[in-house]
């Protein structure tokens, strides 16, 4: 299709804006009153759903709070000091990953010692083109792990066939966040050469 021509022939350009998405996602502890659309949202999710998992299980799902009672129904499960952080995030996204099919055979056997650590696997890499896209699209996020799961899964019908794991406050800021040092590849890296 032209489309994908049109990626073959720009490749590098591609390379350059995700490197840029990369460099310019931080995570944001203040956000101004303002609403992310609908629309901007949705790119978002779709954005996540494109990500790899396992035998193309797709297990992760997002619960996304954008009325006021949703809102507050999701900070009361945040402890104070992530309150604080997220508040006039003009949305909350609930993540979930749905248990014992990521890294499982058809017959419920683990296929790995790990088990359910691929569906979480899966989630991460889901969360991290929601994250990527956000950026893209000028929308600032923090990723939120102390939370109240159950309060969660009570306030959004979430089955127990699904696991609670974050809460990605989304929104707009109007503040220069400043990255953290990061460490050198020699930090966190070997490489065998031969």
Known sequence: TPLVQYRYKNFGGLIMELSEALNNRKSTRHYIDKKV?????????????????????????????????????????????NRKNSENASAYIVTTVVLNRSGFDKDGTAVTEIGNGWGYYDLGLNNMALLLKATELGISTLVMGIRDGEKLR???DIPETEAVVSVIAVGYTDSEIVRPKRKSVEDFSKFYED
């Open 37 to 81: 659309d609908k629309s901007l949202l949705d790119e978002m999710l779709l954005a996540a759903n494109l990500a790899p998992s396992w035998k193309n299980s797709q297990t992760p799902r997002f619960y996304v709070a954008t009325g006021e009672k949703s809102k507050n129904a999701v900070r009361e499960a945040l402890p104070e000091f």
């Open 154 to 156: 009570k306030e959004f």
